[in-house]
């Protein structure tokens, strides 16, 4: 079975670009999570949709946003860049969001 | 953003010595998953615990799960250079919550 792909696995971009991020879990899981792992804050949740569903939302500013499509595949977008935005953003799915959660190898994404 | 607290931070010991996390949470918990996460790498699902007291072991590594479902332990025994990494609980309050993340501990081994 394959497991969570996520592309790209860098970025490079100035600040005032936007990005989009993929994410494709692992065949049947309905649930796609959102993270942002920093040195300085851990990993933050971001968001967790299910079945093309935001069921949860972390405590981030509407810059970041996101999406599932019907084949569960999810895209993160994020807005207006900022320094502060450099991390490592990591998607994990999860058969329904109650079962462990699977990760990507996550899309560093830095900032200039 | 709000996270789980974890203790200790940081712990670096020599390989054959034991090493504990705790991880502590305001409000009762519906289950408490453990991750660990190497070097460069992401996290991988250990564990999930369910029940008030659970005890669940993997080979040298042992898991709580505390009485009032608020706190939860991980223990391993006789640490070897494999085990250094990051290790992360995780709780959910309910099913269908969003699965919150400790701070994390960071564990390094002296061959």
């Known amino acids: 079975k394959a497991g969570v792909t996520q592309t790209p696995r860098y970025l490079i971009k100035t600040r005032g670009q936007q990005v989009t991020l993929s994410c494709s879990p692992i065949?049947?899981?309905?649930?796609v999570s959102w993270y942002q792992q920093t040195p300085g804050q851990g990993l933050q949740f971001l968001f967790e949709?299910?079945?093309?569903?935001?069921?949860n939302k972390g405590n981030f500013p509407g810059r970041f946003s996101g999406r599932q499509f019907s084949n569960s595949r999810s895209e993160m977008n994020v807005s207006t860049l900022e320094l502060g935005d450099s991390a490592l953003y990591l998607c994990?799915?999860?058969?329904?969001?109650?079962?462990?959660?699977?990760f990507g190898d996550g899309t560093r994404l830095s900032i200039l | 953003g709000q996270q789980v607290m974890q203790i200790p931070q940081y712990q670096h010991v020599q390989e054959g010595e034991d090493f504990t996390t705790y991880c502590n949470s305001s409000?009762?918990?519906?289950?408490i998953q453990w991750y660990k996460q190497r070097p460069g790498g992401h996290p991988v699902f250990l564990i999930q615990l369910v029940k008030s007291g659970e005890v669940k072991k993997q080979k040298r590594l042992t898991f709580q799960f505390g009485e009032a479902k608020k706190n939860s332990s991980l223990h391993i025994t006789a640490t070897q250079t494999t085990d250094v990494g990051t290790y992360f609980c995780?709780?959910?309050?309910?099913?269908?919550?969003?699965?919150?993340f400790g701070t994390g501990t960071r564990l390094a081994v002296r061959p």
């Open positions: 409000t009762t918990l519906s289950n």
């Open positions: 949709y299910f079945s093309e569903t935001q069921r």
């Open positions: 994990a799915s999860s058969a329904n969001g109650d079962q462990p959660q699977h």
């Open positions: 065949s049947g899981h309905r649930s």
């Open positions: 995780a709780e959910k309050k309910s099913s269908g919550d969003k699965l919150t």
